[in-house]
């Protein structure tokens, strides 16, 4: 049976960090109402630390899989919602996709220092993530609303 529910696609460089935790915290607060997936212009595996800070929020990202853009492109998303610049930069063009969104959140894998310093910047970058989830999930239903109520 095919599902009715919108499909948004996080969609970054490597698909390893930001793209990956936007999927994981929109699977946790809404999979029901979306079939979401992430995918990257060129995949790299999984960060570990992405996949540890997601852990501190009780969500486990560690069976995702980072999907190849090109796997996807004649695909029809309800949302393609590019996590950074760069990606914004080097994204492919989706005529089919309604509703492109831009996030600039930055690379938390460019943090330096001490572990626990880079670990805060994941924190702080896993944490706008969240932020931008949470609004997204209620801006969508707020659309899905006023698409059926009345006049």
């Not at 600039?104 to 220092?113: F, Q």
Request: net charge negative; proline share 8%.
């Amino acid at each position: 049976m095919t599902s009715h529910n919108p499909n948004p696609l996080f969609l970054s460089p490597g698909s390893a960090l930001r793209s990956q935790m936007a999927e994981g915290f929109l699977r946790a607060f809404a999979a029901e109402r979306f079939d979401v997936m992430s995918a990257g212009v060129e995949p790299s595996p999984l960060n570990p630390l992405a996949s540890e800070v997601m852990k501190e929020r009780g969500i486990d990202i560690s069976g995702q899989e980072p999907r190849n853009i090109t796997q996807s492109l004649k695909e029809h998303f309800a949302y393609v919602i590019i996590v950074c610049d760069a990606a914004r930069e080097r994204s492919p063009i989706f005529p089919f996709t309604p509703r492109l969104l831009h996030w600039s959140i930055a690379d938390p894998a460019a943090a330096e220092g001490s572990a626990e310093q880079r670990m805060e910047v994941f924190r702080r970058v896993r944490d706008e993530i969240e932020d931008k989830i949470r609004q997204f999930i209620a801006e969508t239903a707020q659309t899905n609303e006023s698409q059926f109520s009345s006049p």
